[in-house]
């Protein structure tokens, strides 16, 4: 059964419609990298899903019981203030937000939660440190920390790369792979990087004011699509 | 020191003491969140209106609290859309609210009574200001500010720290940020009797700006703000009844002071 099933969506602003005619569906364990040039709506796309945006038409289902509150979410470019001041651990405990229910607190379920969470994206060490002092690359393992407590079997990443050097890209790629094939979490993953989109994913919707593909990783390289889209030289 | 024991002996000094350092306790706490979302210029606006409500209170011979608390509620709630609506000019609109909010005031006062004690202690603050019923409201408001505080405490967090995230995960983002606005309105209006309407806001953003200097965590930053707001109040006030200095002014001083010291020993990191 899906887990999500887009049908028919599209969406505007201020009546000026952006994005149209995704229709779409992914099973659990699943790995989605939206791809398109800048503008094309993939960050609409994304909030759509998160119920920030409501479409315009159209229909977002979940599957396998899973609710709209219970996805893990890593926002691009983040508007986190730069100096702010928060502890890595207080960032990550904040992603068992949506596990609080009726509780006023945190218990120690969702500390532990975090803890493990910290560890699984080996960042333990900085616990203790300010988010603000730490390097691009260290900060978005935090926030993907912080995603993997929020949710079982959802994640939305938007652009989590951009902006990091090739190694801290690598490993940044490498953990959310992981959490795909170990943990069976469905990604949705926002990315500028066609090439690296190919590898790790396992299909690819092309957005560019509409939906222009959706399929799996093989079918889209073999496409006209891809081969305009990498510059030519082929995935 | 029987000077100092003398002093404590006076009721109104007494109540003064209890309900500044609850409102300071207060002040502090919340201040933090609205430096954080970039929410100062609503304390400073709402400090204008609560001026022009009490001016009308004592032009009416009404309640001066039972006035100014709903009046500045309402505010904070209205300051809050504008702050937050894309269409208009946010902190214009604030501005607009805040001196129209000071005329009518300055205009009530000069039609009717002149500026007399109770007027100016709302200008410039006054620890003499408070009544008994007064100090009994201020410790039930500030009580419950405190207690909703502490209970949307992780709440409260997540929303400043990245309110996007917040509701993707299903958090009403407006009703924290509503309670937070009216959470502040009720500490700015209690706030206002001991330091004035031209003040009240620095006892909202000068404590939370020290902490931010030297602390690393959002927990350490607030309990740190809470300590500097409360200790830089009961300095401020000693300070006050002995040099004879405006008990407003004094605590702003304090503030000023401890922010210098703060800044210095962040710098060392
Ligand atoms: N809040 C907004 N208000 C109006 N237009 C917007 C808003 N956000 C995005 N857009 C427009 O919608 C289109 C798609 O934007 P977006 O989804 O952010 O693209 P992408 O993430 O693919 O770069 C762009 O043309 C952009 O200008
Ligand atoms: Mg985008």
Redo the contacts between chains.
């Keep these: 059964m899906a887990i999500l099933e887009c049908k028919d969506l599209s969406f505007a602003y201020d009546g000026e419609t952006v994005l149209e005619k995704v229709d779409f569906s992914l099973n659990a364990g699943d790995y989605l990298c939206v791809v398109g040039e800048n503008g094309s709506g993939k960050s609409t796309l994304i909030k759509g899903l998160?119920?920030?945006k409501a479409p315009d038409r159209g229909s977002i289902r979940f599957g396998e019981g899973l609710?709209?509150?219970?996805?893990g979410?890593l926002?691009q470019q983040?508007?986190?203030?730069r100096?702010?001041?928060?502890?890595v651990?207080?960032?990550v405990?904040?992603?068992c937000?949506?596990s609080?229910g009726r509780r006023?607190?945190?218990n120690a379920g969702d500390r532990e939660r975090a803890a493990m969470n910290l560890e699984r994206m080996g960042v333990e060490d900085l616990a203790?440190?300010?988010y603000h002092?730490l390097s691009g690359g260290q900060q978005q393992r935090v926030l993907l920390a912080?995603a993997l407590c929020?949710t079982k079997k959802l994640l939305l990443l938007d652009e989590p790369v951009t902006g990091l050097d090739p190694i801290a890209t690598g490993e940044m790629y490498n953990l959310i792979k992981l959490v795909n094939l170990c943990d069976g979490i469905t990604v949705i993953m926002v990315s500028h990087d066609i090439r690296a989109a190919v590898r790790y994913a396992t299909h690819i919707l092309h957005l560019g004011h509409e939906q222009l593909f959706f399929g799996s990783c093989a079918e889209y390289r073999e496409s006209s699509l891809a081969r305009r889209f990498s510059g030519g030289g082929g995935l | 020191m029987s000077e100092f024991v003398r002093m404590l002996s006076y009721h109104f000094m007494q109540r003064a003491l209890l309900v500044g350092v609850l409102v300071s306790l207060c002040a502090a706490l919340l201040g933090v969140s609205l430096v954080?979302k970039r929410y100062s210029m609503i304390g400073d606006g709402l400090s204008h209106v609560g001026f022009g409500a009490l001016a009308i209170a004592s032009a009416l011979h009404l309640a001066p609290l039972a006035v100014a608390v709903p009046v500045v509620i309402v505010a904070a709630v209205l300051l809050l859309r504008l702050s937050e609506s894309k269409r208009i000019k946010g902190d214009a609109a604030i501005a607009i609210i805040s001196s129209s909010a000071l005329a009518i005031g300055v205009i009530s006062v000069s039609v009717t009574t002149g500026m007399n004690t109770e007027v100016s202690s709302y200008m410039f603050g006054s620890i003499l200001s408070l009544s008994r019923t007064d100090t009994v409201l201020s410790v039930i408001l500030s009580a419950a500010v405190l207690a909703l505080f502490i209970?949307?405490?992780?709440?409260l967090?997540?929303v400043t720290?990245?309110?996007?995230?917040?509701?993707?995960?299903?958090?009403k983002t407006e009703i924290y940020n509503t309670l937070l606005a009216v959470l502040t309105a009720i500490t700015v209006v209690l706030g206002m009797r001991m330091m004035g309407a031209l003040l009240i806001s620095s006892l909202i953003i000068f404590p939370a700006l020290s902490a931010?200097r030297v602390?690393?965590?959002?927990?350490?930053?607030v309990i740190t703000a809470a300590a500097v707001s409360i200790s830089c109040f009961l300095i401020g006030a000693v300070a006050s009844y002995f040099l004879e200095t405006p008990t407003g002014a004094s605590i702003v001083a304090a503030n000023l002071l401890a922010f210098a010291a703060f800044s210095l020993a962040g710098r060392k990191h």
């Design positions: 998160l119920g920030l609710q709209s509150t219970e996805i979410y926002p983040t508007q986190i203030q100096d702010f001041p928060a502890s651990r207080e960032v405990l904040s992603g937000l949506n609080l006023l607190h945190y203790d440190k300010s002092e912080r929020a | 954080l209970a949307f405490y992780p709440r967090f997540a720290f990245d309110e996007t995230f917040s509701k993707a995960t299903g958090t931010m602390c690393r965590s959002f927990r350490s930053v």
